[in-house]
């Protein structure tokens, strides 16, 4: 009965690849997320996406795209990884204006 | 409590004490936020909100103050717990005619994080 999972857990790829992370909510909410944590533990939102709207971080580079196949999908595209692009990644759902649900995160490194 | 800076803020209590968490907000047009507190290895999960109409909210052990007077947040702990060892993350959400588009994007506090000793 998970509420926000995403898949993998963990994926080690290398410089110059692309991949894909996957989240799935099965909570009927109508909006979802994509969020980056830093090594400091920081985070910063980088999409937030309903059946509406994409709102973009302007700060996220092209190179990263949501692609929502329907309401409880939301999965995150990287093209031409980048060392900096090491950090975990995490999907979270809502219902608009309201709290979020976070899944469990995937650990991004690039070598 | 929480700051922007190179390291994230540390807060250490005994067990049984009370501990309480600050952080300050930017946005005067913020109308709804929200404590998170991530525990190692796992995702931020909600722990209280209160919206911009109110200046206190209890919860379980938990208590949220709002202060809009200065923008600032603070989440009180009572009898902290082991269990409780997180970090703690504050949230502001703009209300969607604030913000662009008609949609909004919440943004997150730096955290905090809370060491309770046994």
């Known amino acids: 009965d998970t509420a926000v999972s995403q898949t993998p857990k963990y994926l080690v790829t290398q410089m110059g690849n692309d991949k894909s992370i996957k989240c799935e909510q099965n909570?009927?909410?109508?909006?979802m997320y994509w969020y980056k944590q830093d090594s400091k533990k920081f985070l910063k939102i980088m999409f937030s996406?309903?059946?509406?709207?994409?709102?973009i971080n302007e700060t996220v580079p092209n190179r990263f795209s949501p692609k929502s196949p329907d309401k409880a999908h939301l999965n995150l595209h990287i093209n031409s990884l980048e060392l900096g692009d090491s950090a975990v990644y995490f999907c979270?759902?809502?219902?608009?204006?309201?709290?979020?649900?976070f899944g469990p995160g995937t650990r991004l490194t690039v070598t | 409590g929480e700051s922007v800076g190179l390291h994230l803020p540390t807060l250490s209590v005994q067990e049984g004490d009370n501990s309480i968490i600050n952080c300050a907000y930017s946005?005067?047009?913020?109308?709804?936020f929200i404590w998170y507190k991530q525990e190692s290895g796992k995702g931020p999960q909600f722990i209280i909100d209160?919206?911009?109409?109110?200046d206190k909210r209890q919860g379980q052990r938990v208590t949220v103050l709002l202060n809009k007077t200065v923008k600032h947040l603070s989440l009180q702990i009572a009898a902290t717990q082991p269990g409780d060892s997180a970090v703690y993350f504050c949230?502001?959400?703009?209300?969607?005619?604030?913000?662009?588009?008609?949609?909004?994007?919440?943004?997150f506090g730096r955290g905090t994080s809370l060491i309770v000793h046994p």
């Open positions: 979270a759902s809502s219902f608009t204006s309201r709290e979020q649900y």
């Open positions: 909570l009927g909410h109508d909006t």
């Open positions: 996406y309903n059946n509406k709207e994409l709102i």
């Open positions: 946005n005067s047009a913020s109308d709804y």
């Open positions: 209160i919206r911009s109409n109110m």
């Open positions: 949230a502001e959400n703009i209300s969607p005619s604030h913000a662009s588009g008609g949609s909004y994007i919440p943004t």
